[in-house]
């Protein structure tokens, strides 16, 4: 005759069976969380910022130049810890132009801001997260490997600030922000380049 304990147990590893034990556990995260990081001093103030303050840097509104610089595509979507994307979500960027100067009045480097280069702009996530942004490649800057700034916001809450680099940069294990990544914090925040009929493109999504 069959204990109550025993079927009790049995009945339990029949419905373990039937859900799976995958089901109970924790739901793994969709990617790595995307590393915060220092705004820095150069973050342009609505006053310091050109009237074009869109997603493509390398054109502003009305100059026939374009900036100088090697030009890329930087993309990827705003995603939660779950892998669900946010959607309408205002994500920043702002970068020194090619020659390591920053469009702020607080950068006393003796070099001209390139007139053609936008250096902040933004844009709004789509349906499925997604960004994008024309911009340069970004170039060493005094005593900082090559980064760009990002910030994302939720209407008016600020939800990150972290900096984007590039992937296997020589200068990249001197710089003292970047050193304080793990490898994995290191490559969820790292682009690399690929060729596409559209011209060069990196890849960096933005997780938290």
């Known amino acids: 005759m069959t204990s109550p304990q025993h079927s009790r147990r049995s009945f339990v590893h029949t419905i373990l069976g039937a859900i799976g034990l995958s ?25 310091m910022r050109r009237p074009d303050v869109d997603n493509d840097l390398v054109k502003i509104l009305g100059s026939v130049q374009e900036a100088g610089g090697e030009v890329f595509i930087l993309r990827g979507r705003v995603l939660n810890s779950a892998g669900e994307p946010l959607v309408d979500h205002r994500i920043e960027i702002w970068q020194c132009d090619m020659n390591g100067k920053y469009l702020h009045t607080g950068d006393r480097q003796a ?3 390139d007139p053609a280069f936008q250096g902040f702009g933004h844009d709004i996530t789509g349906p499925d997260g997604s960004y994008e ?7 060493t800057y005094p005593g900082r490997t090559p980064h760009i700034h990002v910030k994302v916001f939720d209407g008016e809450t600020e939800v990150i600030t972290s900096q984007f680099y590039i ?14 990544l793990s490898d994995s914090q290191a490559s969820a925040v790292s682009m690399t380049f690929t060729m596409t009929e559209r011209g060069e493109e990196a890849v960096v999504d933005v997780v938290v």
């Open 167 to 180: 992937e296997g940069h020589p200068a990249n294990t001197r710089d003292r922000i970047f050193n304080r």
């Open 133 to 139: 942004f024309r911009t340069i490649k970004p170039v």
């Open 111 to 113: 070099i001209d801001f």
């Open 23 to 47: 089901a109970l556990a924790k739901p793994a995260l969709a990617a790595d969380l995307t590393p915060r990081a220092t705004e820095g001093p150069f973050y342009p103030t609505p006053a």
